[in-house]
């Protein structure tokens, strides 16, 4: 088993890069389902990443967007349905790469999932990068409630936690200092949120840039302050390659079984 204090130090040269699945394996499953996540742990991903955010009946569920069109045959805010009216929809197959724009996958028979149910069919094995959705600066209880989950499931060793909004990661950080945490970021974000002003009070274990944000000046103070780096999402192998030749912890991705294969070690 995987443990997470040590893979949110620095890693060593020829550490092995850990390959996490992009909302379980995004480019050859629905995203963000259980078939997404069982096959990350088929293929014997190191973990996964995935997605969540509140529905109208209170229960933490695994979803990207904040609407349902584009993903699902529902449509509206997520927010605005309860998990009996969510677990009445089916989300989409995945997009192939040639597709053109504008075109919509068809459905599966897949539907969205509650985070229980993930932690569930995940094992006890693999890692969970839990990202907290959500632009609003206001309260909505979701960083509470995904802890008590994730409490509640004994999962508490193998979850860090992520955001982009670095009001949800100050909520965390105020729950608990042991929660580990990493500050998700890249070049198109406010500054505030790009050159990470709320660092000093969220202080993250792990930096999260986007791959082409990665540079020496990042990876040089990510050593300095003993951060581990754990980068998205990456889907080609010369991007993979110049992420751990660049000394990275972690590479997300939306092709685990590829990304896999190819053997990588951080700063080899």
């Known amino acids: 088993m995987l443990h997470l204090?040590?893979?949110?130090?620095a890693p060593l040269t020829g550490d092995p890069v850990l390959i996490l699945g992009h909302r379980?394996?995004?480019?050859?499953r629905p995203e963000n389902t259980l078939a997404a996540f069982r096959y990350a742990r088929e293929v014997r991903a190191h973990g996964v990443e995935l997605d969540v955010r509140l529905c109208r009946s209170g229960e933490v569920v695994v979803f990207h967007d904040d609407e349902l069109d584009q993903l699902t045959d529902g449509c509206g805010p997520v927010i605005e349905k309860t998990l009996a009216e969510l677990k009445r929809l089916r989300v989409r197959q995945p997009k192939p790469k040639d597709a053109p724009k504008g075109f919509a996958p068809p459905l599966s028979d897949e539907t969205i999932p509650t985070l229980e149910e993930v932690i569930d069919a995940l094992g006890p094995d693999l890692l969970i990068d839990v990202e907290l959705k959500g632009r609003d600066s206001k309260p909505d209880g979701l960083e509470k409630k995904t802890v008590e989950v994730v409490r509640h499931h004994h999962a508490t060793k193998r979850v860090f936690y992520t955001s982009f909004n670095p009001?949800?990661?100050?909520?965390?950080r105020n729950l608990s200092w042991t929660l580990p945490l990493g500050m998700l970021f890249y070049h198109d974000n406010p500054r505030w949120i790009r050159d990470r002003w709320t660092e000093p009070v969220v202080q993250p274990e792990a930096l999260a840039p986007f791959f082409e944000d990665i540079d020496g000046k990042l990876m040089s103070e990510a050593r300095r302050k003993d951060h581990s780096v754990w980068t998205w999402t990456v889907n080609r192998e010369e991007d993979a390659r110049r992420a751990a030749r660049a000394g990275?912890?972690?590479i997300i991705t939306d092709y685990p079984a590829e990304m896999l294969a190819l053997g990588l070690k951080s700063g080899v």
């Not at 204090?5 to 130090?9: D, G, N, S």
């Open 5 to 9: 204090p040590e893979l949110l130090r």
């Open 24 to 28: 379980g394996a995004r480019g050859v």
């Open 167 to 172: 009001v949800r990661l100050i909520r965390l």
């Open 248 to 250: 990275v912890r972690s």
